[in-house]
């Protein structure tokens, strides 16, 4: 009942809580694409009034003082209190007011951000160094993540590695992936179109390229898709399969299509096919054929290519026969 | 009294020898520095090593700020560096910076050369555990040297598992012993302050008569000793698991990498006040001087330091909020962490009532103390952002939130540090400086830092992440003013360095008491003899200025004639 009082009195100041349209994109924001984010972003302008309204304050009576009472031919300080109760009981209590606003409001915001509805789509996600891999109810799998548009999605998260952040900033929404638990965030895309998908949580090498798009889709599309998606090897030429196992399974993430090694990744995957030979690392050699390629896929470390550290994440047991089967055709098709 | 005409030639021989000795002259060659246990010796040698340290992480900045000029390219090829070597670099700029630069640069080299002459004492109550103390610092500093040489760290300060423990191929072990050996170094500043402080005052001093400066110090202290070992065993464990495979915090190994957070954090935030806590009181001083008024709320704001120390140790797990601790735990941080704006703005409105009605002198000190109002002012107010859980979720591990701690630690610390060495100076080397670059440098640097940090609040806003090597377009602008006000504020920065320096080579003798302070430091000679007092001056108020008057014959303030001190006792 005593949380009744603040979240009234932060309600009566924030006249804009009122209006649930969602805001465009703006200096401070990117639009408001969910449900979530107008509530989230009223807290802030909120906060962000009480700020300026403090800073002004503060400012504006230090350069006041500085002008008035600057050092001067014929100015002279004057003796005043050197303490009074009465003040510093107005600075202690009016922020402490404002600040239990702040919480109640953050925190009901929270609430929000933590209840997931009992109808939401369920999507997995996988995240690895570094590369999300997002499942769907009908088991298609997908490198970018597509959602319906006006239903709520909860994605229920996990990592194989080391620690990851799944932050989609339109959304307003973030949530760690942390190795050897399951975490989850949910939310409701009100708008159509296509947003970033960040990881925040530093990873290594790589931090930078896990980024990857949400596209937010009408509910028929989204279905299409999905039955798109699965089965996929089974429709499609085993080339154009390969391409698609290859984006799917973030490898161009460390991998350029072409010779050429990518930045902080492993070797260029072009012209594989023509390399009779490669050097390793513990100084042996071997031939280039189907066998090594699918070696180094599933376990990467045991032939290092001279001049790499050994990075890679083991696809072991993480890819299927039939993936790795056009893959490899894929990757042998590809010239320097 | 009686006897002033039969003392005189003892007396002026007695001066004349005051004149000659003091602690710079006193012994020579570099073996009387190494080897020496006086407090200024080693507060002085501390100053040039944490300076060193802080040129080291300003150029790693630099060149984070160049290579994010532009975004790398398609093959993810940057300007210059690698994604590697970016990671390094971050890593090692915030690794020096916060355990070489931050931690020690008031407490340790103010603090060393100023608080045992504040309480008008010889030395700390150990000098032999304060020369340990530097010497601890240096072999830190060797290990960061070891881990330059051996190829960086790229897990960032924060060592987050299981990354650090598992994956990365950097020199981690050596980073972390490292940090190890820093943290017994800033135990042992932080034990000497304690006992010092509870030992030592002089007569009439108690407690709540001590300068603010001395309770911001002791209040950092307790952190000191209270946080530090908690930093301590938790690198150790993570040497552990990384060395021999004990599963601690790897999941694969049976641990738990969130447990390592909370251990982390939970010395880490209260570091933070290790960092902003000493700045604080530095303004404390400067501002009741340079308004030439008494401090307002002296109790308030001794009491906020404490406040601050102690609440401190309950917030940690803000830096939690998206990292899988249960959301009730999460609301009680929350809620917690606003339990610390509460004396920070006690502080500022203080500081604020104290100018009200002065006559203030906007000289060096000043100046920088006005600039710390502005960033500190602006660092705490968007804390509220992030301590409110609902807006941090956006927020956290953007550039927001970067912003956020350069305002502060910045902004904050650093501002007050160069307030502190400019109002210092004079005591601790004896030579005045150029005013006027002093000021220019305060104001390059001051436009150089907003144009850096602020617009890193819109791109972190907009959804920048932070620790990224290369960005998508639309964040570019942002990126591209960073990187410019970097170079601004270095060049206002090298400003004030050739001043300092300058000061060093030509600067005018300075007089004992140049600003009209009533604390202890003023009434010895500038630079302070070895003994820092020949004879024991007399506690008073320590902001009750009329003291001393200006004297234009020495050009600087000496004892009021006649003015009769309350004498405390």
Known sequence: MSFQLPIALYALVNQAAQAPAPREANLIFPVEASTVARGLDDVFYFILWVSIISFVIVIAAAALFVLRYRAREGHKEEKTATHGLGLELTWTIIPTILVTIMFFAGFKGFLELKTAPQNAETILVEAQMWKWSFTYANGAQSDELVVPLGRPVKLVMSSIDVLHSLYIPAFRVKQDVVPGRYTSLWFEPILAGTYHLFCTEYCGTQHSSMITSVRVVPEEQYQAELTELANFIDRLPPLEAGERVFRMKGCATCHNLTAETRAGGGPGLGGLAMNASRAFVDGSSGTVDEQYIRESILVPGAKVVSGYPNIMTPYQGRITEDELRVLIEYLKSLTP | ?569
């Open chain 2, 1 to 569: 009294m009686a006897f002033t005409t039969p003392a005189a030639p003892g007396a002026t021989a007695l001066a004349s020898q005051a004149d000659n000795d003091n602690y710079l002259k006193h012994g020579r060659g570099v073996l009387s520095w190494l080897m020496t246990l006086d407090h200024k010796r080693i507060g002085v040698m501390y100053l040039v090593a944490v300076l060193t340290a802080f040129f080291l992480g300003g150029i790693f900045a630099l060149v984070l700020r160049t290579e994010l000029f532009f975004p790398a390219d398609a093959s993810n090829v940057g300007l210059f560096l690698t994604p590697d070597l970016y990671n390094q670099m971050f890593s090692l700029h915030g690794a020096i910076m916060v355990f070489l630069f931050i931690i020690p640069s008031i407490p340790a080299a103010l603090g060393n050369f100023i608080l045992p002459v504040m309480l008008g004492a010889k030395d700390v109550a150990f000098p032999r555990l304060n020369l340990w103390s530097f010497y601890l610092w240096c072999i830190g500093a060797v290990f960061f040297l070891i881990v330059l040489m051996q190829g960086g760290l790229d897990t960032g300060w924060t060592f987050y598992t299981p990354y650090s423990s598992t994956k990365s191929l950097t020199a981690v072990v050596p980073a972390l012993m490292g940090a190890f050996i820093l943290g017994f170094s800033s135990i042992f500043t932080g034990i000497n302050f304690l006992v010092t402080l509870h030992k030592m005052r002089p007569e009439g001093m108690t407690f709540f008569r001590m300068p603010l400066f001395l309770w911001g110090l002791y209040a950092t202290a307790i952190i000191q000793v209270l946080a530090t070992p908690v930093l301590g065993i938790t690198l150790l464990l993570l040497i552990v698991e990384r060395t021999k495979n004990i599963g601690i915090f790897d999941p694969a190994l049976g641990g738990d990498p969130v447990l390592f957070q909370h251990f982390f954090w939970f010395y880490s935030h209260p570091a933070v006040y290790i960092m902003i806590l000493p700045g604080m009181a530095i303004i404390s001083e400067v501002i009741s001087i340079f308004s030439r008024k008494h401090i307002f709320g002296y109790r308030f704001i001794a009491c906020s330091s404490i406040a601050i120390a102690l609440f401190g140790f309950f917030v940690w797990g803000h830096h939690m909020f998206t990292s899988g601790q249960s959301p009730l735990a999460a609301t009680i941080f929350s809620a917690l962490t606003f339990s610390v704006a509460i004396p920070s703005a006690i502080k500022v409105f203080n500081w604020l009532t104290t100018m009200y009605k002065g006559n203030i002198v906007l000289r060096a000190p000043m100046v920088y103390a006005l600039g710390f109002l502005f960033l500190f002012a602006i660092g705490g107010l968007t804390g509220l952002f992030l301590g409110t859980i609902g807006t941090d979720i956006h927020l956290h591990d953007t550039y927001f939130v970067v912003a956020h701690f350069h305002y502060v630690m910045v902004g904050g610390t650093l501002w007050a540090f160069l307030a502190g060495l400019y109002h210092w100076w004079p005591k601790m080397f004896g030579k005045m400086y150029s005013e006027r670059s002093a000021i220019v440098g305060s104001i390059v640097a001051f436009i150089g830092f907003n144009l850096t940090f602020f617009p890193q609040f819109l791109m972190g806003s907009q959804g920048m992440p932070r620790r990224y090597f290369t960005y998508v377009p639309e964040f570019q602008i942002y990126h591209q003013l960073s990187t410019i006000g970097a170079f601004t504020l270095f060049a206002g920065l090298l400003i004030v360095a050739y001043n300092l320096i300058h000061s060093l080579l030509k600067g005018e003798k300075a007089p004992n008491n140049p600003w009209g302070g009533a604390t202890l430091e003023w009434q010895c000679s500038s630079p302070p003899p070895y003994y820092n007092f020949h004879e024991q001056p007399v506690v008073g108020d320590p902001y009750d200025l009329d003291r001393v008057q200006w004297d234009p014959k020495v050009g600087g303030y000496v004892d009021r004639p006649g003015y009769v001190p309350t004498v405390l006792h």
